[in-house]
Each structure stands twice: as C-alpha cells, then as structure tokens.
T-cell receptor, first 116, second 117 residues
Framework: EAGVAQSPRYKIIEKRQSVAFWCNPISGHATLYWYQQILGQGPKLLIQFQNNGVVDDSQLPKDRFSAERLKGVDSTLKIQPAKLEDSAVYLC??????????????FGSGTRLTVV | GDSVTQMEGPVTLSEEAFLTINCTYTATGYPSLFWYVQYPGEGLQLLLKATKADDKGSNKGFEATYRKETTSFHLEKGSVQVSDSAVYFCALSDRLAGGTSYGKLTFGQGTILTVHP
C-alpha cells in the first residue's frame, strides 16, 4: 500500500511569512496526526483528527497555526505568521481507526521547515 | 501528564558490540510502549512494541521488555551492525482502563546511535 505522502519536503521562508504543508494519509485511515519535531527533540503532537473532526489540538499554537482536514482525507497545516522557533520537521501520520495504534500507525517522511 | 525519558546520547559503538538504550516513562493510565527508529533521510518507523506489563517486543534482533514495576522499556541488541546507525525514540500511548487507546504518542528526546566497522 502507498505510504503517507507529504509535501513539500523542504521549505525555507522568512519570519512573518506564511507557509502551508500538505498531507495525504493512507487510504481508509480515519485518524490523522500532525507532529512537530524540533532538532534534537522527539516529535510532539500538534493536532489529531478523527475523520474531519478535531480530537485533540491542545498543543497547537492557535494564534499562528491552523489545520484542516476536508472530507476526512487530505489535511493541510498552516503557519501564519512564522517565527524562528517554528523551524522544525512537520510529520504527518495516520492510523486505521481511533485508538488502533496497534494496527498501522504510519508516519510520512516529513516537511523540513527553516525560518530565517 | 505523560512523559518519556531516554538516556543521554549520542551512543557510539563498534560493530558486534552490545547495545542498551534506557527508557523510563510516566503515565497516568495503562500505556502501550514503543520503540521507533529514524534512519538518515527517512521517516519514523515502528521498531517494536509492547502493550502490557511483562510483554517483550522484538524485531530485527532488537528486544525490549515492558517493566511496570520500574516503569521502564529499555532497548537491547546483542550485536549491532553498521546498518543500525540511526536515531531511536522511545514512546508511549496512554490508554484508559478498558483498553481504549487514543493513539496519541508521547516521545522521548531520541538517542543517536552510531556504529563503526
């Protein structure tokens, strides 16, 4: 089966600019996650969707970050305006059904964002 | 809240050496425990998992045992290879009583492993 697709792979922007990342999960996976991985740290959950509804966005900086998952499939994560501390790898992951972490929780390769 | 602590790194070993990467956790429910591996230029991959106390996860010669009494899930391999060079992450997914997992993963900070020929 195809994996979790993310684009772009790399992005360099200036601070205060906006940026968007795209994720296409594995077909049929109801749950989609966005994680932020800062260099030297483990990934941190930003937001979790179940179909097109938000399950957990408690760690999403809502003043600058937004995410949506239209029609319960693809998802976009946006940052506006970006800050230097947003430089990180943004990982998308999907799983088959809520709580089915034992059944194929798959990560994409990530988008590496550099804010200068 | 939930947290995972991994041993300080990086770790540098010679080929065929024994590997241990320590991992301890704090969780309020009944967590499942995982080791993920990230090879250079690649995404995170599940290496092994354990879903209840005393379970042993194993894959590709790596093993880890879920120790509830010491809240630990240390990763071991008897003989490492150059191809094992990667970043290793310990993670947990908490569950409420009744076994319903939310799927959210809490990660440790990662341990860089470098194996020399």
């Amino acid at each position: 089966e195809a994996g979790v697709a993310q684009s772009p792979r790399y992005k360099i922007i200036e601070k205060r600019q906006s940026v968007a990342f795209w994720c296409n999960p594995i077909s049929g996976h109801a749950t989609l996650y966005w994680y932020q991985q800062i260099l030297g740290q483990g990934p941190k959950l930003l937001i979790q969707f179940q179909n097109n509804g938000v399950v957990d966005d408690s760690q999403l900086p809502k003043d600058r970050f937004s995410a949506e998952r239209l029609k319960g499939v693809d998802s976009t994560l946006k940052i506006q305006p970006a800050k230097l501390e947003d430089s990180a790898v943004y990982l998308c992951a999907s799983s088959l059904e809520p709580g089915s972490i034992n059944y194929g929780y798959t990560f994409g390769s990530g988008t590496r964002l550099t804010v200068v | 809240g939930d947290s995972v602590t991994q041993m300080e790194g990086p770790v540098t070993l010679s080929e065929e050496a024994f590997l241990t990467i320590n991992c301890t956790y704090t969780a309020t429910g009944y967590p499942s425990l995982f080791w993920y591996v990230q090879y250079p230029g690649e995404g995170l991959q599940l290496l092994l998992k354990a879903t209840k106390a005393d379970d042993k996860g194993s894959n590709k010669g790596f093993e880890a045992t879920y120790r509830k009494e010491t809240t630990s899930f240390h990763l071991e391999k008897g003989s490492v290879q150059v191809s094992d060079s990667a970043v290793y992450f310990c993670a947990l997914s908490d569950r409420l009583a009744g076994g319903t997992s939310y799927g959210k993963l809490t990660f440790g900070q990662g341990t860089i492993l470098t194996v020399h020929p």
